[in-house]
Structures are given as structure tokens and as C-alpha cells.
T-cell receptor, first 114, second 114 residues
């Protein structure tokens, strides 16, 4: 157990729908990062939050949004889902937001859009 | 921009063979370098890291040396086991004032047979 909790583990939904993925960071970690992993694109950085504020944005589609709440858990919202959104979505947290620190990853949410 | 290039897999070895997975990077300044491992059905786990040139990271028999002159961080292990079968990701992180995120390579699958 890495200490980063993601729910649900699996999600199957239809095109056009909206889903919410949830992440609780490791205790004490203020930074939360979201990544999408697919076979063709590899690991793509989506967005980072630090202590409730958006800090960095990567290749995140406009249909996707995220937020981090006062208790530091984060949610990734995916709307108007398309078949191509099927992927593994990982959340990670970090003790400090500096280059010498790696991330601790959760076990991911596998999203299947049918 | 920052990028990481890994050798394509799968790398197929017999148990007790020597392992090398090549990783090179492109980045300005002095990034930190990381190797992560992903076992089937799991999230990424930090394997080792190096934060400055000539540093050697090591863990569980794996080693990698930060070579700035060749911009490389190759992963090595002297004798692999079947349990080492997984996908290995090389990554870099730069920036010390926040706003620094991990950039990953595409991953290299390692298959070890008995």
C-alpha cells in the first residue's frame, strides 16, 4: 500500500457520459498530480494541485477538469466521454514540490468507455 | 522542452542474465533523474533516483549512474529474476521553485524467463 488511495479501481461507462475519479494523497503530502496512461501515448501529465491551488497544467483536454479540496483529496472530472478516453488514470502525491523528490503513485482507475 | 527516450521493448532475458535498459534525456540545467517500475495491474513505484551528476542510485540490486556528459541514466542489474518482470520507466524532474513535474519515457517492458 503506497498510501495514495484512488477510487474506483474500475469504471465502465458510455460515450457522452461524465465520471468523477477520486484521489486521497499520502498523509502530509500537499501536491497531487494526475496522469493518463494509454498504450499509444504512454504516461501523460494532466494537471497538478498544490494545497488546493492549481499549479501546473499539462495535456489536459477542456472536457476534463480537476480540483483539490481543503482536506487535500482531489477529484478528476471527465465529461462528454469519448472512446479514446479509455485509459488508466493515475494520481500521485509528493512530499515536496522540488526536483529532488519523486512521486508516490496510487494503483490507478481503469476507465473503459463503451 | 524536456524529454526522456528509452530503449524499446520488450527486453527478454533468462533468469540470472545481466540487464541494461538504456535511457537518455534532453533538458536544460540540472534535472533529477528517476527510475520507476510498474508491475502488472499496479501503479508505478519509485525504484531509484539520482539528483546530481555522477550520483549513483541503487535499490534491490538495480543501479543507475547520472551521466551528464552523455545525458544518460541507464538502468542495470547484474542478475535478473523472474520477479523482475515488469515495465520500467525512466523520468526526469527539474525546477526547484515549484511548478516542476515528472516527465516520463514511454517505458520498457522486461520479461524474464526461468
Amino acid at each position: 500500500d503506497s498510501g495514495v488511495t484512488q477510487t474506483p479501481k474500475h469504471l465502465i461507462t458510455a460515450t457522452g457520459q461524465r465520471v468523477t475519479l477520486r484521489c486521497s494523497p499520502r498523509s502530509g503530502d500537499l501536491s497531487v498530480y494526475w496522469y493518463q496512461q494509454s498504450l499509444d501515448q504512454g504516461l501523460q501529465f494532466l494537471i497538478q494541485y498544490y494545497n488546493g491551488e492549481e499549479r501546473a497544467k499539462g495535456n489536459i483536454l477542456e472536457r476534463f477538469s480537476a480540483q483539490q479540496f481543503p482536506d487535500l483529496h482531489s477529484e478528476l472530472n471527465l465529461s462528454s466521454l469519448e472512446l479514446g478516453d479509455s485509459a488508466l488514470y493515475f494520481c500521485a502525491s509528493s512530499t515536496r514540490d522540488t526536483k529532488d523528490y519523486g512521486y508516490t503513485f496510487g494503483s490507478g482507475t481503469r476507465l473503459t468507455v463503451v | 522542452g524536456n524529454s526522456v527516450t528509452q530503449m524499446e521493448g520488450p527486453v527478454t532475458l533468462s533468469e540470472e542474465a545481466f540487464l541494461t535498459i538504456n535511457c537518455t534525456y534532453t533538458a536544460t540545467g540540472y534535472p533529477s533523474l528517476f527510475w520507476y517500475v510498474q508491475y502488472p495491474g499496479e501503479g508505478l513505484q519509485l525504484l531509484l533516483k539520482a539528483t546530481k551528476a555522477d550520483d549513483k542510485g541503487s535499490n534491490k540490486g538495480f543501479e543507475a549512474t547520472y551521466r551528464k556528459e552523455t545525458t544518460s541514466f541507464h538502468l542495470e542489474k547484474g542478475s535478473v529474476q523472474v520477479s523482475d518482470s515488469a515495465v520500467y520507466f525512466c523520468a526526469l524532474r527539474k525546477g526547484n521553485s515549484g511548478y516542476s513535474t515528472l516527465t516520463f519515457g514511454k517505458g520498457t517492458m522486461l520479461l524474464v524467463s526461468p
